[in-house]
């Protein structure tokens, strides 16, 4: 090939390679898209009930009065394939909420929700149906999971003649018999109920059952803070050896410190509904950035002599039906400034890979 020609096969294939990178970024596709993304997701609970009891006198005329539980307040994240995205936080500060909200258990009030690059939420049941096999739950209580008027061959048998109705009963009883050895039940108890189990071992039946339909990705909203803790290491290992056999995605929802640490390989950090930092696991235990991250790293228990100093919040967690205004951790942090009173922080990376949502990190105030 001359070299004119040459010029020209690099000038069209960079053109072509421009037009490519135009396209995707139309399109706003990333390099590597996320298996999994949210986007301004929020969530609120109406406490006002009916219209009726919603109309109230006031100064002489008929006002409606509603009041809501602001649960997810614009919940930002991305989970890549093949991770374990951890969510920690208080309790009701939204995780499980996010949980339910991501599988289509509730309505999200705004935002969106894609899966594989698909928008995923305002889908109907039965266009639900297809994207319900890639991805299943595994619930907190595995006493109230399992359905006490079902066998466990029964509770196993449910899903795959769903989502797999031409199979026949040999290939039903096969697959039922291969997800409970993976777990480590023996296939001859599909005959006894739930009932008849210990907590351990009906939460391994829940995961068999996750499993039973070849899930890409797995919501896990606290499945051993139910369990004795000789048990929770069991179905932690068998969580993440799951994991590694069938390439498995997680969004973990945990309050649990250790396990994250152990299990996790990112972690998002939440206060009342919002999202406070993401960063991976390590980076998060070795540099909090937040300040509410920074006094949650340092509840926990050490052993060592120069362990980081014990900080104490001061003041009460805001309400989530009467949010306050600007960052939502602003009064217990002490920090603040006015314009952490006035502007909702938005997540910004940082150096160390981390994503943080605090105007005293963005600003310089709070030293890294």
């Not at 396990?259 to 990112?266: N, Q």
Request: glycine residues 8%; proline residues 6%.
């Amino acid at each position: 090939m001359s070299v004119m020609s040459a010029t020209a096969s690099v000038g069209t294939q960079s053109a072509e390679n421009k037009a490519a990178e135009n396209k995707a970024a139309e399109n706003k596709i990333p390099a590597t898209a996320p298996l999994l993304s949210i986007r301004g997701l929020e969530k609120h609970f109406s406490l006002s009930g009916d219209v009726l009891e919603q109309l109230k006198f006031k100064g002489g005329r008929v006002v409606r009065e509603q009041k809501f539980v602001h649960a997810i307040n614009g919940v930002d994240l991305d989970i890549q394939r093949g991770e374990a995205l951890c969510v920690v936080g208080e309790s009701g500060c939204g995780k499980s909420t996010v949980a339910r909200v991501v599988m289509g258990l509730l309505n999200p009030t705004a935002g969106e929700i894609h899966y594989d690059g698909e928008r995923i939420d305002q889908l109907g049941a039965k266009a639900l149906l297809p994207w319900r096999q890639r991805m299943q739950m595994i619930f907190q209580n595995p006493y109230a999971s399992l359905n006490p008027r079902m066998t466990i061959q029964q509770t196993l048998e449910e899903p795959i003649r769903l989502h797999h109705p031409t199979w026949d009963y040999r290939q039903v009883k096969d697959k039922v018999s291969e997800v409970m050895t993976s777990v480590g039940i023996a296939p001859d108890w599909g005959a006894r109920f739930g009932h008849e189990f210990s907590g351990g071992q009906r939460q391994r039946i829940a995961i068999a059952r996750a499993l039973a339909v070849d899930p890409e990705f797995i919501v896990a909203d606290e499945p051993i803070s139910a369990l004795d803790v000789s048990i929770q290491a069991q179905v932690l290992n068998l969580l993440m050896d799951a994991q590694q056999a069938h390439n498995l995605t997680y969004l973990f929802i945990t309050h649990d410190l250790a396990v994250v640490e152990h299990f996790g390989t990112r972690v998002a950090v939440m206060y009342l509904g919002r999202v406070c930092e993401v960063a991976p696991t390590a980076t998060l235990f070795a540099e909090p950035l937040h300040p509410y991250t920074r006094a949650l790293m340092s509840a926990i228990p050490r052993l060592e002599d120069e362990r980081p100093q014990h900080l104490r919040l001061e003041g009460e967690v805001p309400t989530p039906i009467h949010l306050p205004s600007g960052c939502v951790f602003h009064g217990r942090c002490p920090h603040a400034e006015r314009r952490c009173r006035e502007e909702i922080p938005r997540l910004i990376a940082t150096d160390n890979g981390a994503m943080v949502a605090c105007h005293g990190i963005e600003e310089g105030r709070i030293p890294l």
